[in-house]
């Protein structure tokens, strides 16, 4: 068989390469899942009886784009959130936002810039969906480091101009995943006119905006009208899976301009898989709703506290503004996440697992990403092994 050279150096999923390296091992007691961000809050009380009452749609084809309501439903969320007025048309329903994450890169993506191969920027660390879309479409992914020195954001502005001829896309993700570092207004605004003077799009990963210490984080698309720039030049996409604590539901969206919007629908006609119609039902109510949120939220912000004071005094902390993963610093990723295994039980994941090695120093290889996503009690209780293995 003949298989596509781009996709034959691909290392293994960051989850995969973790359970090679610790499975062989015994864990050095009780175990505990620090790895993935799956939210363990409570989701919605009233999800359970809006599927049970719409049980029948799972004999009808859903809506592709999504429901009215639920095309409505994350409108009114846009406007109160963000204070942005995006109408239905410029929003389309997502399977989960890894999906919007490839396709939309799949429908956007020209096949040239500027008589060139097009270029994707990525930040390093990053969600691994990025580099391989990036591939798929036959662009040049660029790895730019996302470091303590740059504020855990990328450096886009700096870049070569070489380089900057290319760009045909520049993904962002604010909160970011895996430090919770927040582009600010300045930031943001720095990119976008970035964006309008060479001609390429923002694809602003925002899952993480919901969960935060005391200032919400500002938008892309808000800065992008504040600033009059173009309206296709910046594409969001958020998700229920962090906000409203349902990974399983996988239902999130994008929001732009019309013409992305559209050919990004016209590609999910052929290829998509659209949210099932209880489900899209169950989001409708969930975007509406902010009560769950706020409760989730403050959870989150007991979890912020715990953390700080479990790390007060290590050298090199940094208490995440955002999110729900702690950055730690380590002299070696994969050896601290081996130690911790078989010393504690506790299963935390290399950071080089979420970076890029570009013949430079690797961003996330002198740390580990710890999720906290269990119950604060049992959080704690891993932190502190972490601490007194890893640290003392």
Known sequence: MMFPERFSNLPAYAFPRLRSLLDAHAPGGEVMHMTIGEPQHAFPDFVPQILADNVAGFAKYPPNDGTPELLEAISGWLKRRFDVAIPDTQIMALNGTREGLYNALMALCPEQKNGKTPVVLVPNPFYQVYMVASLAVGAEPVFVPATRDTGFLPDYVSLPKEILERVAVAYICTPS????????????????????????????DECYSEIYRDTPPIGALTVARDMGADPERVVVFHSLSKRSNLPGLRSGFMAGGEQSIARARQLRAYAGAPLPLPLQRVAEATWRDEAHVDASRALYQEKYTVADTVFAGLDGYLPPEAGFFLWLPVEDGEEAAMKAWTQTGVRVLPGAYLSKDTGADTPGQRYIRVAMVAPKDEMERGLIRLRDCLYE
């Open 177 to 204: 995943n895996p430090q919770g570092a927040v582009a600010s207004r300045d930031y943001l605004e720095e990119l976008i006119g970035l964006a309008e003077r060479y001609d390429f799009q923002i694809f602003a």
